[in-house]
């Protein structure tokens, strides 16, 4: 088993660099005590980054994936280096943080936007994935080009006056009963997850969602909206990238 480290709290989605015991070496594969490297999930690609052994030899993070309670790091990396990793041995990881930095600005940024398209026009977002500098939702109807224009301006508002990002466990029967349970998204919550993660926008949104995320919407930055794609079963496509770097990275 794997303790997801990044999870409990908004800072911890900042470590950068971290010590963990190695438990598991599945081909080609390392398994740690605890991980701050994100496995692919909820549309978020996984961290990339690296391993180094105590004397200072390295191992590449090529992809991290969740297999039941352990996480997966694929590991690349000279053969004998990759021979002289054993269970029981301590490493430093480190995030490619550049890459990871860009997958929270843009989760947050579309929690954001899904909250908002769903406050003007009551549509929620079916399925959101991202992917380099670019986030995709899709909708489950038809958005007109004048509603993008206005939440395009509404998340340029909390960008430029910030919003606090928090994170915290609600009991199952507790979020429930609550008046805004799987308001701006329709991806259902599976019915063994107890107590349930939940991101707060502070005045905007609640999401239950486990992805990595920025404390402030001030640190998304400028995002650019792309033309709205019309699917064929009468939904819409919508998209957008981040503009060059965040105003504020805090770190
Ligand atoms: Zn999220």
Do not use: N
Not at 69 to 97: N, T
Not at 200 to 213: F, M, N, Q, V, Y
């Amino acid at each position: 088993m794997t303790e997801l480290a990044y999870l409990p709290d908004l800072p911890s989605a900042y470590v950068q660099q971290f010590r963990a015991r190695l438990t598991a070496l599945p081909p080609g594969a390392v398994v740690l005590d605890r991980t701050y490297f994100y496995p692919t999930g909820g549309g978020q690609p996984a961290d990339r980054g690296t391993l180094r052994t105590a004397s200072g030899d390295e191992v590449e993070v090529v992809d991290v994936t969740k297999s039941g309670s352990a996480v997966l790091h694929r590991v690349r990396g000279p053969p004998a280096v990759l021979r002289s990793l054993a269970p029981g041995i301590e490493l430093e990881g480190r995030l490619d943080w550049e890459r990871r930095f860009r997958h929270m600005r843009l989760h947050t940024a579309q929690h954001l936007a899904s909250a908002r398209i769903f406050a003007r026009t009551g549509l929620r977002t079916r399925r959101a994935t991202l992917a380099g500098i670019s986030a995709t939702m899709d909708l489950e109807g038809r958005l007109s080009p004048d509603a993008i224009t206005a939440v395009a301006d509404d998340v340029r508002a909390s960008v430029q006056r910030p919003r606090d990002v928090t994170i915290r466990a609600v009991p199952r029967a507790e979020w429930d009963a609550h008046p805004s349970a799987g308001r701006s998204g329709l991806v259902p919550l599976p019915s063994h997850v107890d107590p349930v993660r939940v991101v707060e926008i502070e005045a905007e949104d609640i999401c239950p969602c486990g992805g990595t995320h920025v404390r402030s919407t001030g640190e998304i930055g400028e995002v650019q909206w792309l033309p709205l794609v019309p699917l064929p079963d009468g939904a819409s496509r919508v998209a957008f990238t981040l503009v060059g770097a965040s105003p504020s990275t805090r770190t």
